[in-house]
């Protein structure tokens, strides 16, 4: 094996483990029996608690040496992750988990209009993925009308998500400008917990008391989600470009809704496939067409 193919194989394995622990998210909210609001509150808390040693020690004199325009950005960032779990979340558990994954991975694209909104325009391409995401997105939501107020609320509530999810990361784009990846994510679940626990407080909503299966649900998105597929993700972006994280990142999408299936046998609305695939394919074209013109405007260290 030679030096190529022996560097090769960790990264496909770090690409395989991080798109099937993002993939886990929305199927295992889905499962817990738990309002959507105290799972977010929990996921953020304890993915801060376990990040705070290193906070606290290795990453100390950068915690406490950042200018404060840095750490305000942080908090910002915080507070529209926060927005993001409270309307994602909960879409999940209202509607289908693969109509709630498709639609919140407009990430990009509403990443790729605040870019815009600030002056550096998407190519072409960029423009049409934009297009065929947005007609996608109509037509999956088009395809729920008929089905209950409920899943048209899901589907608004999935795209808020993601219009959510492109602000935090407009805003992580400011803060990490001085801070690491782990300082930055530790403000953010930081700040995104205090949110949601004062949200769930005065909602009175119960952040206790849920039987052993909920417990490890919410124990799974912790380390799945939240910290090993991030964490993989990273490690790839040192060995791979970000374009291809980023699309490989929309394997989210058919994984989970695969892992919906089998596990909770929810099957994917058959009028709302093409939609959902001519909205992958829109998000798709809008990644590449903005790798071509040289101006990223996609994170690949998503929420989820």
Same mark, same amino acid.
């Given at each position: 094996?030679?030096?190529?193919?022996? $560097?090769? !194989?960790?990264? %496909? *394995? =770090? /690409?395989?483990?991080? +798109?099937? #622990?993002?993939?886990?998210? &929305?199927?295992?909210?889905?499962?817990?029996?738990?309002?959507?609001?105290?799972?977010?509150?929990?996921?953020?808390?304890?993915?801060?608690?376990?990040?705070?040693?290193?906070?606290?020690?290795?990453?100390?004199?950068?915690?406490?040496?950042?200018?404060?325009?840095?750490?305000?950005?942080?908090?910002?960032?915080?507070?529209?992750?926060?927005?993001?779990?409270?309307?994602?979340?909960?879409?999940?558990?209202?509607?289908?988990?693969?109509?709630?994954?498709?639609?919140?991975?407009?990430?990009?694209?509403?990443?790729?209009?605040?870019?815009?909104?600030?002056?550096?325009?998407?190519?072409?391409?960029?423009?049409?993925?934009?297009?065929?995401?947005?007609?996608?997105?109509?037509?999956?939501?088009?395809?729920?009308?008929?089905?209950?107020?409920? $899943?048209? !609320?899901?589907? %608004? *509530? =999935? /795209?808020?998500?993601? +219009?959510? #999810?492109?602000?935090?990361? &407009?805003?992580?784009?400011?803060?990490?400008?001085?801070?690491?990846?782990?300082?930055?994510?530790?403000?953010?679940?930081?700040?995104?917990?205090?949110?949601?626990?004062?949200?769930?407080?005065?909602?009175?909503?119960?952040?206790?008391?849920?039987?052993?299966?909920?417990?490890?649900?919410?124990?799974?998105?912790?380390?799945?989600?939240?910290?090993?597929?991030?964490?993989?993700?990273?490690?790839?972006?040192?060995?791979?470009?970000?374009?291809?994280?980023?699309?490989?990142?929309?394997?989210?999408?058919?994984?989970?809704?695969?892992?919906?299936?089998?596990?909770?046998?929810?099957?994917?609305?058959?009028?709302?496939?093409?939609?959902?695939?001519?909205?992958?394919?829109?998000?798709?074209?809008?990644?590449?067409?903005?790798?071509?013109?040289?101006?990223?405007?996609?994170?690949?260290?998503?929420?989820?």
């Amino acid at each position: 094996m030679n030096e190529r193919s022996s $560097a090769r !194989l960790p990264t %496909v *394995l =770090a /690409l395989v483990v991080a +798109v099937l #622990a993002v993939s886990s998210s &929305a199927p295992l909210i889905a499962f817990a029996a738990a309002p959507a609001l105290a799972i977010a509150f929990w996921r953020n808390a304890l993915a801060t608690v376990v990040l705070t040693p290193i906070t606290y020690g290795p990453r100390r004199a950068e915690l406490f040496g950042a200018s404060p325009r840095a750490k305000v950005f942080g908090v910002l960032a915080g507070v529209a992750l926060a927005a993001h779990f409270a309307t994602w979340m909960p879409s999940v558990q209202l509607g289908s988990v693969a109509t709630a994954t498709a639609l919140v991975a407009t990430q990009p694209v509403w990443q790729g209009v605040i870019a815009a909104v600030q002056g550096r325009r998407p190519s072409t391409a960029g423009w049409i993925g934009i297009g065929l995401a947005v007609a996608g997105a109509a037509w999956a939501t088009g395809a729920d009308v008929g089905v209950s107020t409920q $899943a048209v !609320l899901a589907d %608004v *509530l =999935a /795209l808020l998500g993601g +219009v959510f #999810a492109a602000v935090y990361t &407009a805003l992580g784009e400011r803060a990490r400008t001085e801070l690491r990846t782990t300082t930055y994510t530790w403000i953010c679940y930081g700040v995104c917990a205090a949110i949601l626990l004062v949200v769930c407080l005065a909602a009175g909503l119960d952040l206790g008391g849920y039987d052993n299966r909920t417990w490890a649900a919410i124990l799974a998105l912790v380390v799945g989600a939240q910290l090993l597929g991030h964490s993989m993700f990273n490690y790839a972006l040192e060995h791979t470009t970000a374009t291809t994280v980023s699309v490989l990142i929309l394997l989210e999408v058919p994984g989970a809704s695969l892992l919906a299936w089998l596990w909770l046998d929810q099957q994917p609305r058959v009028a709302a496939l093409p939609g959902l695939a001519l909205l992958l394919s829109g998000v798709a074209v809008f990644i590449l067409g903005a790798a071509r013109s040289a101006r990223p405007v996609v994170d690949p260290a998503l929420p989820d």
